[in-house]
């Protein structure tokens, strides 16, 4: 059974900075391709960035420049440093990975985690 764990939310200042993590477990991680996912209050879930097996990534354009994705395989663990964050940053942050078995993609999701940036 596939589990996917968040944790490192919590409330920062503006301009201040967080690490969220997700440590998957029940799966082959490194084949996997990662992403974070975020959603605000009555706003649809949008993702922040990707990074696939191979290490290559993605962002969103609201974060780039300020968030950086990252995998360890060793550790079945991606990371999500977001830095300067802004109040617009306040959501629930929710860890995703998809394996492709046999050409079929298995998406999987966490419980989410609670950023909330506010002074």
């Known amino acids: 059974q596939v589990q996917l764990v968040e944790s490192g939310g919590g409330l920062v200042q503006p301009g201040g900075s967080l690490r969220l993590s997700c440590a998957a477990s029940?799966?082959?991680?490194?084949?996997?391709?990662m992403a974070w996912y975020r959603q605000a209050p009555g706003k649809q879930r949008e993702l922040v960035a990707r990074i696939r097996s191979g290490g290559s990534s993605d962002y969103a354009d609201s974060v780039k420049a300020r968030f950086t994705i990252s995998r360890d395989n060793a550790k079945n663990t991606v990371y999500l440093q977001m830095n300067s964050l802004k109040p617009e940053d306040t959501a629930v942050y929710y860890c995703?990975?998809?394996?492709?078995?046999?050409?079929?993609?298995?998406?999987?999701w966490g419980q989410g985690t609670q950023v909330t940036v506010s002074s």
């Open positions: 029940g799966m082959i991680f490194s084949r996997a391709a």
């Open positions: 995703n990975a998809v394996d492709i078995i046999g050409m079929i993609p298995y998406n999987y």
